[in-house]
């Protein structure tokens, strides 16, 4: 995966290759964020005036629970989890009301979904990239098996214009075209792409594409940012996504802070610093709940760069 890092006027400053070896099948790993841009705090997400239609519900919400949490199936030599681990894991993470991956490699649509019935959680599922769309969608369909009651969300791709695998066109169009066959195969929940705050705001097309807005955001790669404005600049860039879509619902589909690594100017990586970023998210989203939270367990597996501060492996959660 290739992440393209950009200043704060949406200039490229850096390039960063990202991907799992080929013990797994192709890639379907997290990318990092694009530094960020600085917000005013004290903004709050305004009301969603649809554009067209409200956007389909998810089913089967469990009362008393918010928020997702992401979740990567890869052990650190970057081998797949068998369905015990992914289990264990699920039930580690099962406050949440649901858990968001990011593909259909390691059999993670199936695994995931089956451990976390067992823990009453939806899953935001998805798929990576556009490599072998539109037949990359079977593999959802049959984990689902004609029930789509656990299905929170279904992604088509992540950051693939901030990539650049593919143009704004291209994933609309593909939005589109997954709608249409997921809806023959039964499914009437939301489908959308998710993609950087930065590059929504570029390309409404693509929130108007989707059935909500889906924005990846982080406060720690901004470095004016400290952990306890995490959650308001979140919920910043969550209101200029909507401003920019003429008022659409946006859920932030990742937000985190890792707790080691080196700072990144006021942003700096630790355990306590963690614990106030995740709790400043929690309490700024706690109205709505329009957040996944980043991410559940520390990613081993993953590879460090000039841009990464250290911190790649360290954005767990909830760590064994």
């Not at 068998?82 to 264990?88: A, G, L």
């Not at 990539?163 to 075209?177: D, F, L, P, R």
């Not at 590059?199 to 108007?208: A, F, I, Q, R, Y």
């Not at 989707?210 to 790669?221: K, L």
Request: net charge negative; aromatic share 8%.
């Amino acid at each position: 995966e290739v992440v393209v890092w950009v200043d704060e006027a949406g200039q490229t400053i850096g390039i960063e290759n990202h991907a799992p070896t080929a013990t797994i099948p192709p890639a379907q790993a997290t990318d990092l964020p694009p530094i960020l841009i600085v917000p005013d705090p004290d903004s709050l997400l305004v009301p969603e005036i649809p554009t067209e239609d409200d956007p389909p519900e998810p089913e089967n919400v469990t009362p008393n629970r918010k928020f997702g949490i992401s979740y990567s199936p890869y052990n650190d030599d970057r081998t797949c989890k068998s369905q015990e681990r992914v289990d264990k894991d699920m039930e580690a993470v099962s406050e949440h009301e649901y858990v968001r991956i990011y593909g259909i490699d390691c059999n993670q649509t199936e695994t995931v979904l089956a451990a976390a019935k067992k823990q009453n959680m939806q899953v935001f599922a998805g798929i990576f990239n556009l490599e072998g769309f539109p037949d990359s969608l079977e593999t959802i369909m049959d984990a689902a098996a004609g029930d789509w009651s656990p299905f929170h969300t279904i992604a088509i791709g992540n950051e693939l214009v901030n990539g650049k695998h593919n143009s704004a066109e291209e994933v609309v169009q593909a939005v589109h075209t997954a709608r249409g066959r997921l809806r023959d195969a039964g499914y009437e929940g939301p489908v959308v792409t998710v993609d950087t705050f930065s590059v929504m705001l570029k390309h409404p097309e693509l929130c108007h594409a989707s059935d909500y807005c889906a924005a990846n955001c982080h406060a720690f790669f901004d470095a004016n940012q400290t952990p306890e404005k995490a959650g308001a600049y979140a919920r910043k860039q969550a209101k200029q996504v909507s401003d920019a879509a003429g008022g659409k619902k946006t859920l932030i589909t990742e937000s985190g802070w890792p707790h080691g690594g080196q700072p990144n100017g006021a942003a700096i990586p630790s355990k306590e610093n963690q614990q106030k970023a995740i709790s400043s998210l929690r309490e700024t989203f706690g109205d709505n709940g329009d957040l996944v939270l980043f991410t559940a367990f520390d990613d081993g597996w993953k590879e460090d760069n000039q841009w990464t501060f250290g911190a790649e492996k360290f954005w767990g959660i909830q760590n064994p």
